[in-house]
C-alpha cells in the first residue's frame, strides 16, 4: 500500500460593486513529494431578491504533468 500525503491550500476573496458580488480563488493542492494540481476561478453573483440570486464562474484547472482545462458555470441559487 502507499502512503503518500495529501495537502491542499486555497485562497479565496470577494469585492462587493453597488450590485454584483465579485469572486476569485486560487488553490493548489500537493500529493506525495512531487505531484501537485492548480486551479484558478474568478465568478459573480447578482441578486434577484433578498433570497434568490444567480452566479457564473469561469474555472482553470491544471492537473499534474497535463494541459490545463477550463470550465465554467451558470446557475440559480434560492433559499427557501
Given at each position: 500500500?502507499?502512503?503518500?500525503?495529501a495537502?491542499?491550500?486555497?485562497?479565496?476573496?470577494?469585492?462587493?460593486l453597488?450590485?454584483?458580488?465579485?469572486?476569485?480563488?486560487?488553490?493548489?493542492?500537493?500529493?506525495?513529494?512531487?505531484?501537485?494540481?492548480?486551479?484558478?476561478?474568478?465568478?459573480?453573483?447578482?441578486?434577484?431578491?433578498?433570497?434568490t440570486?444567480?452566479?457564473?464562474?469561469?474555472?482553470?484547472?491544471?492537473?499534474?504533468?497535463?494541459?490545463?482545462?477550463?470550465?465554467?458555470?451558470?446557475?440559480?441559487?434560492?433559499?427557501?
Amino acid at each position: 500500500t502507499s502512503n503518500s500525503t495529501a495537502r491542499a491550500a486555497t485562497l479565496g476573496v470577494t469585492y462587493q460593486l453597488p450590485v454584483v458580488l465579485l469572486q476569485a480563488s486560487i488553490g493548489r493542492q500537493g500529493i506525495g513529494e512531487d505531484t501537485h494540481n492548480e486551479m484558478a476561478s474568478v465568478g459573480a453573483r447578482y441578486p434577484l431578491s433578498n433570497r434568490t440570486y444567480v452566479y457564473s464562474s469561469l474555472t482553470h484547472f491544471k492537473a499534474y504533468e497535463k494541459d490545463g482545462v477550463y470550465g465554467y458555470g451558470v446557475g440559480l441559487n434560492h433559499s427557501f
